[in-house]
């Protein structure tokens, strides 16, 4: 009989029903070195958010199938060495969205009317009634930072309470924001002095990881509340925590940290009535939990009894004469997908593929959910092979597919966005030789690797070693490495640069001041 692990706390219904198929252990949380001695006995992984499911995790589990993650982020799963195993992730995309909007709900009110404090005051035996008048929301304006599902309920409530709403997502329609009856703020040091309260509902990526900070707080209205029930780290919480104590922002409401298991060193937790705290419990209702324990554990029943899983990060839920036609090409066209979605700008309007050589006579389609899932998981969470068409079609994506003659084995993504026109092409060169053969005007040959950097720069002496000087400062290893010339034959050239670490934003800055370089990139897949 298979077995299976659970080691967060997940509502017993998994239990049962993954008992039909599994001998179930349902063990509490525990750290990297004891899951590494256990884990080589079991098929499949339980976890919430507690868990991580490290490289070295994954590489000790030699039995396991699936992996489930109950809720929506992947983010304590190495998916990457997961797919390395064939271990197929699995999440539950939308279970707990509306827990996660009607936490968001409450902690604005909460804050607005103290009721933490005066509730504690209460039980205290007082009755504070002045030391606790609290402000309106009607009327106030909601800056909304993503307009994703959460951020879309919140909206909707937001409305319904007689509060104006502002939104910035730059991967968002114009026109979708506007006809939920929104303001939408392209720019976005527009938006900071707009709003009274402040939601933030985007993934901590590299774009919103310390979005608020010290600079940004400053551009704030004075007195201005703000609510993180998303992600920690997007919030730098000792810069959010000093303009609490000067005045600048009023209070705010967070349910989510930079360092989850040492929430006690916060400087947040000093700030008394001025701030709002709860321990992750965003999708701490028993609907939610019920939603996402049925979501995994019928996907884990599925796996272990043979079947395709249906909310599958890695592995995608296609009939498999289709898939198995053009699955040579799928990691290809993720990748280069990945990686166009990473340098297109605004919001995305269409997205156009053009294949060639065999992939001219073949039925694309799995390759199309490819890129989908590829340009959407830059920028949102949950993104499958399954739901990746939907939400594209929700966003007002369009999709054009086109064949050409050419003999190559090819496959080109062209982004045309608000602010950007971006063309990535990959090509097969030989069995299982995947290259990048060209990024917007440059033609390069290039293997897609996880972490890569892009840097524009004037064609002339001592470029290379200038760049690679300051990678190397920095301690980072160049494993591969192209310049590719303009098609154009400008004086422009592109560094493409296979790294073995990600690349911060302070080596991507220092990069960035080289007289010749324009702004460098770095890309993850
Ligand atoms: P989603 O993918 O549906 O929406 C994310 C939105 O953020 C998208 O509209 C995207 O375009 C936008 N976005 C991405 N980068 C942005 C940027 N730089 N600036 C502005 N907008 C940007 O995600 P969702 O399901 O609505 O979840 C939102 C967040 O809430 C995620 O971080 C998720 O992990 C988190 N979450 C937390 C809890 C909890 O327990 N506290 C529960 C569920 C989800
Ligand atoms: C999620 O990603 O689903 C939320 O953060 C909630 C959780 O971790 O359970």
Redesign the pocket.
């Known amino acids: 009989m298979a077995k299976v692990l659970i080691t967060d706390k997940i509502n017993d219904l998994a239990v049962r029903i993954v008992s039909n198929v599994a001998q179930v252990d349902n063990l509490p949380t525990m750290d990297e070195d004891k899951l590494c001695e256990i884990i080589g006995e079991y098929d499949a992984l339980l976890v919430r958010?507690q868990t991580k499911v490290t490289k070295k995790i994954i590489e000790a589990a030699k039995n396991l199938k699936i992996i489930g993650r109950a809720?929506?982020?992947v983010?304590n799963i190495d998916v990457e060495a997961a797919t390395k195993q064939g271990i197929i992730v699995v999440n539950s995309?939308?279970g707990?969205?509306h827990?996660?909007?009607e936490?968001t709900i409450a902690m604005m009110m909460a804050m607005s009317r103290n009721i933490p404090s005066a509730d504690l005051s209460v039980k205290q035996g007082l009755w504070e009634r002045s030391k606790f008048t609290g402000v309106e929301v009607y009327s106030k304006t909601l800056g909304i930072?993503?307009?994703?599902?959460?951020?879309?309920i919140v909206l909707n409530v937001a409305h319904a309470l007689g509060m104006k709403v502002v939104v910035?997502?730059?991967?968002?329609k114009a026109e979708i924001v506007e006809k939920s009856g929104a303001k939408y703020i392209q720019n976005?040091d527009d938006f900071w002095g707009l709003c009274d309260y402040i939601t933030?509902?985007?993934?901590?990526?590299k774009?919103?990881a310390n979005?608020i900070n010290e600079d940004t707080l400053k551009k704030t209205k004075k007195g201005v509340r703000i609510i993180n029930?998303?992600?920690g780290g997007?919030i730098d919480e000792a810069a959010l925590a000093k303009a609490i104590e000067e005045g600048q922002v009023a209070q705010c409401a967070i349910?989510?940290y930079e360092d989850e298991k040492h929430v006690d060193k916060s400087p947040l937790i000093k700030l008394g009535s001025k701030a709002i705290l709860t321990p992750?419990?965003?999708?701490?209702t028993d609907e939610?939990q019920i939603n996402v324990a049925l979501d995994v554990a019928n996907q884990v029943v599925e796996v272990l009894s043979g079947r395709n899983a249906t909310s599958a990060i890695n592995i995608p839920a296609l009939k498999p004469q289709k898939l198995e036609a053009v699955k040579e090409f799928m990691e290809l066209a993720e990748n280069i997908a990945k990686i166009a979605s990473q340098l297109s700008k605004g919001a995305i309007k269409d997205i156009k593929i053009n294949v060639s050589g065999k992939l001219a006579t073949l039925d694309i389609s799995p390759l199309e959910i490819a890129i989908l899932k590829g340009v959407?998981s830059?920028?949102?969470?949950?993104?499958n092979y399954v739901n990746a068409p939907v939400?594209a079609q929700a966003?007002g994506i369009e999709v054009k597919i086109s064949k050409s003659t050419s003999k190559d084995d090819s496959i080109e993504v062209e982004i045309v966005s608000s602010d950007s026109h971006t063309i990535v092409k990959g090509a097969l060169i030989a069995k299982d030789v995947k290259r990048i053969v060209q990024l917007n005007n440059y033609i390069t040959s290039i293997e897609p690797q996880n972490n890569m950097l892009l840097v524009p720069h004037i064609n002339k002496p001592n470029m290379v070693a200038q760049v690679a000087s300051v990678i190397g400062a920095d301690n980072i290893n160049i494993s591969g490495m192209q310049v590719a010339q303009n098609i154009e034959k400008s004086e422009k050239s592109i560094m493409i640069i296979n790294v073995d670490s990600v690349v911060e934003e302070s080596t991507l800055n220092k990069i960035s001041k080289i007289e010749g370089v324009d702004r460098a990139a770095y890309i993850s897949l």
Not at 280 to 284: D, E, K, P, T, V
């Open positions: 958010s809720g929506v982020g983010d995309p939308d707990n969205t827990a996660a909007a936490h930072i993503g307009l994703g599902k959460i951020g879309t910035y997502d730059p991967y968002a976005l933030i509902h985007t993934p901590k990526t774009e919103t979005l029930c998303a992600r997007i349910d989510v992750h419990l965003g999708a701490s939610a959407l830059a920028n949102m969470v949950g993104i939400m966003r």
